[in-house]
T-cell receptor, first 109, second 114 residues
Framework: EDKVVQSPLSLVVHEGDTVTLNCSYE??????LLWYKQEKKAPTFLFML????IEKKSGRLSSILDKKELFSILNITATQTGDSAIYLC?????????FGAGTRLTVKP | KAGVTQTPRYLIKTRGQQVTLSCSPI?????VSWYQQTPGQGLQFLFE???????NKGNFPGRFSGRQFSNSRSEMNVSTLELGDSALYLC?????????????FGPGTRLTVL
């Protein structure tokens, strides 16, 4: 059965720390992997990854996909309190789209 | 550019009733996808419509259906509501096929089934 597993489920850091969030997957007919940030409202799109080894970067956030080992990481450098959110990983495969349970990141001042 | 809008924002129904939710995508977007979010199951994909055709469907019973109109607006219908249907229903639109383009989410409709 297709599945998407995120780790850790929860993470508490202090401002300025660097964090790495993990997403591993087993999905039939992989098409893409997406990262979202969800605060108290609807998810906000961060990255879409389709090719292995190509880093996507947006400010302090970056992500990379490894299609051989079936995982992706999301890095956040110099974290700020505004980065506190749930980070969701989703994988599209075949006709379906599976979400991980999310990683709840808390950044303390 | 206006974002994705969903109506109504909140809805309370009783078991056995049916409900219709509406989603207006960003202008120019042809793909609309629907998701259900619950504390227990997290975010789950319901279906995607592209140019009035259902492209993909998640693992939900037939009580969940949808359609898309020629102006790309989409509706989702749930018949014979069950308590477990209480959730936040999100729709998202993208310019191209869901797997090829950035999705933008609406604020969601929070459905409570009593």
């Amino acid at each position: 059965e297709d599945k998407v597993v995120q780790s850790p489920l929860s993470l508490v850091v202090h401002e300025g720390d660097t964090v790495t969030l993990n997403c591993s997957y087993e999905v039939t007919n992989f098409r893409s992997l997406l990262w979202y940030k969800q605060e108290k409202k609807a998810p906000t799109f961060l990255f879409m990854l389709t090719s292995s080894g190509i880093e996507k970067k947006s400010g302090r956030l970056s992500s990379i996909l490894d299609k051989k080992e079936l995982f992706s990481i999301l890095n956040i450098t110099a974290t700020q309190t505004g980065d506190s959110a749930i980070y969701l990983c989703a994988v599209e495969g075949g006709n379906d789209m599976r979400f991980g349970a999310g990683t709840r990141l808390t950044v303390k001042p | 550019k206006a974002g994705v809008t969903q109506t109504p924002r909140y809805l309370i129904k009783t078991r056995g009733q049916q409900v219709t939710l509406s989603c207006s995508p960003i202008s120019g977007h042809r793909s609309v996808s629907w998701y259900q979010q619950t504390p227990g199951q997290g975010l789950q994909f319901l279906f995607e419509y592209f140019s009035e055709t259902q492209r993909n469907k998640g693992n939900f019973p037939g009580r969940f259906s949808g359609r898309q109109f020629s102006n790309s607006r989409s509706e989702m219908n749930v018949s014979t509501l069950e308590l477990g249907d209480s959730a936040l229903y999100l729709c998202a639109s993208s310019r191209l096929d869901r797997g090829q383009d950035t999705q933008y989410f609406g604020p969601g409709t929070r459905l409570t089934v009593l």
